[in-house]
């Protein structure tokens, strides 16, 4: 059945071509688990993707019932996580999951910086990987607002005053991250929220396109 | 055993595939169903509001009853006003839903685009009879719905809207 659409779509699109191109590609001996098992340290990449598409699908449907608005934020949560079947399961996965692409990207990084991968031909793939990391620091922080309670307040003021001590214009960053200069309120959690979901998304998907792209272009870097 | 033997690529094609669709449906099961849950979720039936209006001054011709009742929106708790149209058929106190089975809009008693001794509806030009019967020809598709009824201290109270039972 399957394969009879695929057959039918294929006949008219030649789609076989397109998806052979991207996943046939040599997975060479000294990167591959079967062959040397201490090669598991060439997944955490792999893994930093897999949490990261698992963030994207919760997080949209955690925006089904949550609203950023001072008022009812917190209410929202609650009612999400307490409420709603599978509310506990969904948000539990949002939450632990920002933690686990921190680590795994972190152990990504290690492996990459202690395999020399780094190196030339690939200095560019490393400066857009630490794009991607900056990026992933701020869906955190700014993620870390959205429940409106006590900690997501205090660590976001935090947050903020240290923003603000950039010498110069740390006072610009401040009021434009805060949307008010003194007052982290209505306009702070409705800016995090835009940024949370749709800047630092859009800024995430370019980045991860060009590492993709690059490390498919350049391949992997050869054995220790 | 049948002769078909399974080959290698086979083997693992039917492996990879039960094993990537079980951890997709582990992972996609609870975002689905907490996003189903408004549909699965249990309604209960609604409770008899009490309105301001004296169980003697209703009259055989529909009057305009609002009635305001706390509704819990998932998070939002608020109060909402509704109406009903009631009149005196008898001794049976009659409560007609306002809200038109055509599209939703509100009807009207003897509207002035209307007719005389029927409820209209100005969106669609929707008429129903006193009794809430779609009359054939108008864009409606079913009577009026009804609202229970109950009496305390000679006031009325108003309670969960049903089909209409009396056409």
Redesign the interface.
Known sequence: MLNKIYDWVDERLDITPIWRDIADHEVPEHVNPAHHFSAFVYCFGGLTFFITVIQILSGMFLTMYYVPDVENAWKSVYYLQNEVAFGEIVRGMHHWGASLVIVMMFLHTLRVFFTGSYKKPRELNWMVGVGIFGVMIGLGFTGYLLPWDMKALFATKVGIEIAASVPFIGQMIKVLLAGDATIIGAQTLTRFFAIHVFFLPAVLFGLLAAHFIMIRRQGVSGPL | MSNNRVSRRQFLSYTLTGVGGFMAAG??M??V?????PV?QKHEGGDFVLTEQKIADITEAPIKVDFTFEQVD???KADVTNTAWVYKDGDVIVALSPVCKHLGCMVDWEHKDGNKNEFFCPCHAGRYTKNGGNIAGTPPLGPLDEFEVQEKDGYLMIGPSKPNTLV
Request: net charge neutral.
């Open positions: 992972m996609l609870p975002m169903r907490f996003a189903l849950d699965l998932a998070w939002y």
